[in-house]
């Protein structure tokens, strides 16, 4: 059975063993293209990936500090003022409930 095969300009009706190995060796360096790409573009978004995590991380650690540092220069700091809102909150509940106590009714 003979085939037929064209390279470029050239049709052979018997190919030698020189071009199948062409053959073999063109479609081998196209694949190896494709990887080469997909290689190139897997190490540019894991490169990507690692500078926007540093980013995520350095802008956390930033927060943090100024958050910290905020807290320490309030007066008074903020958990001594929620106790002394607790305790006049307290203070107003127990002046309400004894002068609702001691009031006398009127009309009666």
Known sequence: MLRRLAIGSMSLT??????CIMVVEQGFEARA??????????????????LGFTGIVLIGSTLLSMT???????????????RLRLRQAKAAVSTARDAWRTESPTGT
């Open 33 to 50: 293209g494709l990887n080469r790409g997909l290689l190139a573009g897997g190490v540019l978004v894991g490169i990507g990936s690692l």
């Open 68 to 82: 910290r540092t905020r807290l320490s220069q309030m007066q008074p700091p903020p958990k001594e003022l929620a």
């Open 14 to 19: 018997q190919p030698g063993p020189e071009i």
